[in-house]
Structures are given as structure tokens and as C-alpha cells.
């Protein structure tokens, strides 16, 4: 994990779950929120990459556990609600993050074969695993930040079911900031623009050289110039779920170097 530069310990006590959270945008939260004294639940698929990522967790001093889930399985995601339920007596924290990317054109009816998984585990399984959560939040008050992805607000050729999903998202998140906010529940969202992850590099012939590639070569998609750090994402999402974002519901807070903001022609 990165060094506490300025030793905020805004989760202590805390009990936080990241979907997603072996990989990605999801384990730079996960070591982020840890960092800051959360007890952190990885929920994910790939156990060896949820074991090493609380084996790197635990080694820095931070607590956290995995517990398996496949969003995709309705009955898996009402499992891990249970096991939360019975090891916990509260959650302060949900960080709805995981989701898969397949490419397919309208034109060609490619993208018929993406329907049902992208849906099942970027849309249907969030929204559930939040519902099934919810008890444990209401609990003692809580914060949500749901990823979003500028490809909700751009659209692009080829990804039209992840960028509709990610779109669909964003007025989830307001309608869940206006159904949960008598609970005592913030829920916010995050729309990064291109991430270095190993959904870009991970099935690459050589994904060191990949990413190295990708962090180091310039880009003019975006004002920065440059792709982020999953950590960058992370410190913000952690800002959103902290109490410094106590005013802060139903917002998409953009990340994304800049991309947003640039002018057209």
C-alpha cells in the first residue's frame, strides 16, 4: 500500500466492502480505505487475486477479509449478505465497483452475446448487492459510491451495452441518494476516464510492458495528457465515502484529467 502521506485515519472502526476489490480501481480502494483503518471486505470472483490483495493488506498492518462472490448469481450475492450479517454488526461502507467490459456493434448484433453477463454483474448485481446490504447500512448510517465511467456520458463505438450501463448507473445513484437518505445513507458516484488496470494490460503476451506502456505514453483525449492511477481514483472515491463529503449525495464527481472539460473543434 501507498505511505499515509498526510496520516488520515477517516475510516477508523469502520467496516467497508468493495465489489471488485481484488483488482483494479477496486484494490487501490481497498489498500486506500485499509490504509485509513477501515476493516475491509473484498468481495470477488478470483480468489487468488482477493487472497494476495488481504495478504498485502494484513502485511501493512490492516485488517481485512474475502468473502466470494460471483454478481452474476443472484444467490451468491444474498450469501454474502448473510455472511456480512453474521460477522459484523454494522456496515459504514459499499464501494459498488465491479463489472465487465466485452466489445459488440449494433450493427452487426455482436453485442447480443454481452447482453446478459455485462448486465447481470455491471447493473442487475450491484443494485442487488446494495439491497440485500442494505440492513447493515441503515445500521449506523453509511456512504455508497457506485463507479460510473465516462463512457456513460461519451459513448463509444463497439461498447454501447457497457457505456449504457454505466449511463444507467448515474440516475441509479440519485434515485438510491433519495431512497436512503432518511437511513442516514450519502450515495455518491465516480466516473473515471482511462484508468491503467489490468482490464487494459492483464491479457496482454507481456502486461508489465503493457502497463508500463500505457502509463508512460502521452494521450490527447484528455487535458492531463496522460492515463490515471487506479490510486487516484481511489483517494477520491475515499474523499466521497468520507465525512468530508458530508453535504455530498447523488453527484457523479468526474475523473478523469480532464476529459469532460474539454472544448470541442
Not at 495478504?55 to 454474502?80: H, K, P, Q, R, W
Not at 455491471?122 to 442494505?134: A, E, N, P, S
Not at 502497463?211 to 483517494?235: D, G, H, N, Q, W
Request: glycine residues 10%.
Amino acid at each position: 500500500m501507498p505511505p499515509n502521506l498526510y496520516g488520515m485515519r477517516r475510516f477508523e472502526n469502520k467496516i467497508a466492502l468493495i465489489t471488485g476489490g481484488a483488482s483494479g480501481i477496486g484494490r487501490a480502494t481497498a489498500n486506500r480505505l485499509a490504509l485509513e483503518g477501515a476493516h475491509v471486505i473484498i468481495a470477488d470472483k478470483n480468489a487468488d487475486m482477493a487472497d494476495k490483495a488481504v495478504a498485502e493488506i494484513e502485511s501493512d498492518g490492516g485488517a481485512a477479509t474475502y468473502m466470494e462472490v460471483d454478481l452474476g448469481d443472484d444467490a451468491d450475492v444474498e450469501a454474502v449478505g448473510r455472511a456480512v450479517a453474521e460477522e459484523f454488526s454494522a456496515l459504514h461502507v459499499l464501494v459498488n465497483n465491479a463489472a465487465i467490459l466485452r466489445q459488440g456493434r449494433i450493427e452487426d448484433g455482436s453485442w447480443l452475446a454481452n447482453w446478459e453477463p455485462e448486465t447481470a454483474i455491471g447493473l442487475r448485481g450491484w443494485v442487488l448487492m446494495t439491497q440485500v446490504l442494505l440492513p447493515m447500512l441503515k445500521q449506523e448510517g453509511a456512504a455508497i459510491v457506485n463507479l460510473s465511467s465516462e463512457g456513460g456520458f461519451l459513448g463509444r463505438p463497439g461498447q454501447w451495452v457497457y457505456d449504457a450501463i454505466k449511463a444507467g448507473l448515474v440516475s441509479t445513484t440519485k434515485t438510491m441518494a433519495y431512497e436512503f437518505v432518511d437511513y442516514g445513507i450519502r450515495v455518491n458516484a465516480v466516473a473515471p476516464g482511462w484508468i491503467v488496470t489490468e482490464m487494459h494490460f492483464g491479457n496482454h503476451s507481456d502486461p508489465q510492458a503493457r502497463k508500463k506502456e500505457l502509463e508512460e505514453t502521452p494521450i490527447t483525449s484528455c487535458i492531463m495528457k496522460r492515463r490515471a492511477y487506479p490510486e487516484e481514483v481511489a483517494s477520491t472515491i475515499a474523499f466521497l465515502l468520507s465525512d468530508d463529503a458530508s453535504y455530498i449525495t447523488g453527484t457523479t464527481l468526474h475523473v478523469d484529467g480532464g476529459r469532460m472539460g474539454m472544448s470541442v473543434g
